[in-house]
């Protein structure tokens, strides 16, 4: 049924709007012949996807299962039910709002919960590893509040827990944040909430970032310290793009109504039911398995880079991304990634720790091993990928050789089909 749902929509696209349906099709080619090692991207079943290009985009549904402010919801609020307990009991938690609609709304509206503007608020900063909305000088949450940024040692690139407690109590935030977008390594939850308690504050982590890793049992989860945990849906939990926000119940209420009225009117409810498919997804004993193989595949792929003489920040990883400094290799993050991407490997370039360079020209490379992982790739393809990084790097404005490398990897690519992609 899921087939023949995708063959007919693609058709009715491709009759409709042809280059649109050029352009995706496009799309799919490139995700199917090219190793994806962005830490934030990843491959969707083909039940998420169908339960996200479903009829369910036409329904409006302001308001909560079983409170709303629209008629007709007779099966989109076991839709949204059945969210709100999959990611209850997945990730154990007293609440879940599965509304938001991503990573940013979710946090935006732990702000409207509990701050008022010009509180003081705290995270880590931005070139450290961070979230733009963690308090970040160009993000909302950087201009409404006054931010505080902790940041990490700068000879092993680990989170300063010392410079954490001693900011909190010099400051006083309403927040705390842990969570981020480039850090490597564990979160030390428990002491977090340590601090925050010592100081008053709200403890909030986004595990945006590591949220499948959690499912999985591949990293600690947040939820028995934290007051209220954030997170994207999509990224290693590979469900749609959305949000979701989970919470003990004494912020059941604030956290709901922040998000509706707060911030949003009517949920998507397509996403809603794409979540919920990916939640009763990550609950299966193999979705374990792929946890546990993306941090196995991350940390062999550090290791061979850093055999191949690249500077890999904090010296290795525990999750899913690892973070090189190109400065030794003479070549900026920039144009590394760009030829990386030319040799049929998607990156992004990414600051590093007390970088040098600016943001937009920055000295490092992010890579993340949760896409790969899906496909089925394991170490030895880790090992692989590292060593077409390294030759890519050398190879950077020769197209001929790049060329040659994307050959190579689409080559392997074929062995390892991509899920949810025909081609």
């Known amino acids: 049924m899921t087939t023949s749902t995708t063959s007919t929509n693609s058709e009715a696209l491709g009759s409709t709007d042809p280059e649109i349906a050029d352009l995706i099709a496009r799309e799919e080619r490139r995700e199917s012949a090219k190793i994806r090692l962005i830490p934030s991207e990843n491959y969707v079943s083909r039940a998420v996807l169908a339960a996200t290009g479903s009829i369910l985009t036409n329904k409006y549904s302001e308001g909560y299962a079983g409170k709303r402010y629209y008629e007709g919801q007779q099966f989109i609020d076991p839709i949204e039910t059945l969210a709100v307990d999959r ?17 940013s709304p979710a946090n935006l509206a732990v702000y409207l919960a509990f701050c008022q503007p010009g509180d003081t608020v705290m995270g880590l900063g931005l070139p450290m590893g961070g979230h733009l909305t963690h308090g970040w000088n160009v993000s909302i949450s950087g201009k409404y509040f006054k931010a505080v940024q902790y940041g990490v040692d700068p000879v092993h690139h680990l ?46 982590a986004d595990m945006a970032h590591i949220a499948g890793l959690i499912a999985g049992g591949a ?15 999509h990224k290693t939990l590979r469900g749609p793009r959305g949000g979701m926000i989970l919470c003990k119940d004494e912020f059941k209420s604030a956290i709901d109504k922040a998000i509706f009225p707060g911030l949003q009117g009517g949920p998507h409810n397509h996403t809603t039911a794409g979540i919920a498919v990916a ?25 061979e880079l850093a055999s191949r003489g690249f ?10 991304l690892v973070l090189i400094d190109l400065t030794a290799k003479g070549i900026g993050g920039k144009p590394a990634a760009k030829a990386m991407d030319r040799a049929g490997l998607e990156a992004n370039y990414n600051t590093v720790p007390f970088d040098p360079r600016k943001p937009f020209d920055p000295s490092g490379v992010r890579l993340g091993t949760p896409a790969m992982t899906s496909r089925g790739m394991k170490e030895t393809e880790a090992r692989k990928v590292a060593a077409w990084i390294d030759q890519a790097v050398q190879a950077a404005g020769d197209d001929a050789k790049l060329d040659n490398i994307a050959a190579e990897v689409a080559e392997l690519c074929k062995g390892f089909p991509a899920p949810g992609i025909d081609c």
Do not use: C
């Open 159 to 204: 989170i300063d827990l010392d410079q954490v407690r001693s900011l909190a109590r010099e400051h006083r935030p309403k927040v705390i944040w842990a969570g981020g977008t480039a850090y490597p390594r564990l979160w030390d939850w428990e002491s977090f909430a340590a601090i925050a308690r010592e100081v008053g504050a709200r403890f909030v």
């Open 219 to 233: 990293h600690p989860s947040p939820v028995p310290f934290a007051d209220v945990v954030t997170t994207t849906t």
């Open 87 to 103: 990611a209850r009991k997945l990730f154990g938690a007293d609440h879940a709002n599965v509304q938001p609609y991503s990573g």
């Open 279 to 303: 939640l009763r997804e990550a609950a299966e004993p193999g979705f374990k398995d792929y946890a546990h193989q993306v941090v196995k595949n991350a940390r062999a792929m550090a290791d």
């Open 311 to 320: 500077r890999v920040i904090s010296g290795g990883t525990d999750n899913h």
